[in-house]
């Protein structure tokens, strides 16, 4: 996909958007494109293949890679949408500084397929949040223009940074079979009762051969990373739900609204209240689209979509 990281970056189109309804033809362009569902369920067409993207799931798709988004009627999804290109003329966005993970990565790692989908291991979804909810107030020119070329390109960065985390584990498969069927376990039923026992049965190893691969591959232990997933879902779903906090406790795996309050202070230094209030997401969800520098075709398609329904 990415056969180098080159010294720039240009974001050409960039949107959240809610969808009832949607279908498109094959069609391609000269930027990266990135879709991450939030909320609902999609698919991408590719000339070989149809993938299935649900709630935490992104696609990344390579320049002049043919795809097409489908949304089934009666199953929206809600996502949020980032095109971009990687050059060596020079931008607004500088990738100078993270050129030596990125650079050894992208030539190390050979990641040479045109469509990558996977699912965000750490905290990419909130990174392309934040740089989308940027870019719609740097848009709307609430702030200045010193201001916005270094936090657009501050944002742009750490999601690069994060997408590269996600992608080096897609590839690298963590270093270890077992790793990643634990994880798989754990992101696919975080809201239930996990324990480490269970897990090791179900992949077919002792508890105690599990906790040492895990820590060896992942830096923290099997029930860390539980409360990590937990705590990830819960930051995703107070920034962007309406959901009691009782409701999102349970959504999230915790056995109680005290053991998550607890938790969640704990790991982030204020209750789930205090940071709904301090760290709420304002991206509109519908019409929130914004085209730069590119075609807004896409743009009158969505509209189009609306009215016809």
Do not use: W
């Amino acid at each position: 996909m990415f056969g180098r990281l080159d010294n720039y970056a240009k974001i050409t189109a960039f949107y959240s958007i809610a969808l009832d309804y949607f279908d498109m033809d094959l069609h391609q362009h000269a930027a990266y494109e990135i879709m991450f569902v939030t909320e609902g369920a999609c698919k991408v067409y590719l000339p070989d293949r149809v993938l299935a993207l649900r709630p935490n799931d992104f696609v990344c798709i390579a320049t002049n890679q043919k795809h097409a988004l489908q949304v089934e009627e009666g199953s929206p999804c809600t996502l949020l949408n980032l095109e971009f290109i990687l050059q060596n003329q020079p931008t607004d966005i500088g990738l100078e500084d993270i050129q030596s993970v990125a650079k050894t990565f992208f030539s190390e790692q050979a990641v040479s397929s045109p469509c990558v989908i996977s699912k965000d291991i750490r905290h990419f979804g909130q990174a392309l949040t934040s740089l989308i909810q940027l870019l719609i107030l740097t848009n709307s020119q609430t702030m200045n223009k010193e201001e916005n070329q270094f936090s657009v390109a501050l944002q742009f960065k750490r999601m690069m940074m994060e997408l590269i985390v996600c992608l080096r584990a897609k590839n690298s498969a963590l270093g270890n079979k077992y790793v990643n069927q634990a994880i798989a376990i754990i992101q696919a039923q975080y809201d239930q009762s996990l324990l480490v026992r269970d897990i090791a049965t179900a992949i077919g190893i002792t508890p105690a051969y599990l906790h040492q691969l895990f820590f060896a591959q992942m830096g923290i232990s099997v029930g860390q990373f539980i409360t990590e997933e937990r705590l990830k879902q819960a930051v995703f779903l107070l920034a962007n739900s309406q959901l009691p906090i009782i409701e999102i406790a349970i959504q999230s795996g915790f056995n109680s609204r005290q053991h998550f309050s607890n938790t969640f202070k704990k790991k982030k230094g204020l209750t789930p209240k205090a940071y709904r209030q301090l760290y709420r997401q304002e991206i509109m969800r519908e019409d929130g689209q914004h085209i730069v520098d590119g075609d807004a075709g896409f743009s009158v398609m969505v509209k189009k979509t609306y009215q016809e329904r």
